[in-house]
């Protein structure tokens, strides 16, 4: 299912929310409204958590199917809380907190920014079970922002070049296609949030764009 919807009034879902095929990590605040929207959009549990005291989940916390990792500054009772919901968490060590917005991955491979270390790219490939590669997307090293997959497909940013392409498509196993989410906002992985059964994105969101979401993630089933 494809849905329109803000989160009080912010279109930048992305960043606020953190999805699997699984779970959703959200934050403690969410309106109720969004939660049985996410639960009906992407037919998955809810979890609401703060990372590192933030509600900015999407940002500070990515993960697929095996695991999520989250900013080295997440709190103990954090990652209990999560640990306790039955998810495989890791913390990762470098200085770049927000791992959300520098790795992009499904359950077929990881896609990572040049910057992330060498440590790092050990622990990604332990906690979500994924080979790694590292890599830009249309020449930024903010990888997650500006792109958002699945298991069934992946969209990019609009200057994402072809070399760039072929890279997200060996590595994530996915077809892959080029849009913008928001009316023409390139950053479509900071203003949406996706998995394997449906996709939300901003309220202001157009007709053309969500066609172009539809097909390159797979959703047929028309958008609400």
Known sequence: MIRRINLSGN???GVYISVTDNVALVP????EVMEKNIKEALEIDVLRTSISGSSLAGALAVGNSNGFLVSRH???????AMQKAGINVEKMPDRHTAVGNIILVNDNGALVSPDISDKSVDIINKVLE????QTTIAKFNIIGS?????NKGALLHPQTTQSELKIV????KVPTDV?????????VGACSAANSNGVLVGEITTGPEMARIEEALGFLEGYL
């Open 11 to 13: 279109p930048n879902l």
């Open 28 to 31: 403690l605040n969410l309106p």
């Open 74 to 80: 997440t709190m103990d009772r954090e990652m209990e």
């Open 130 to 133: 994924v080979d790694v590669y």
């Open 146 to 150: 500006v792109g958002i997959v699945t």
């Open 169 to 172: 498509e060996d590595v994530l």
């Open 179 to 187: 849009g913008t989410v928001n009316r023409g906002i390139g950053l």
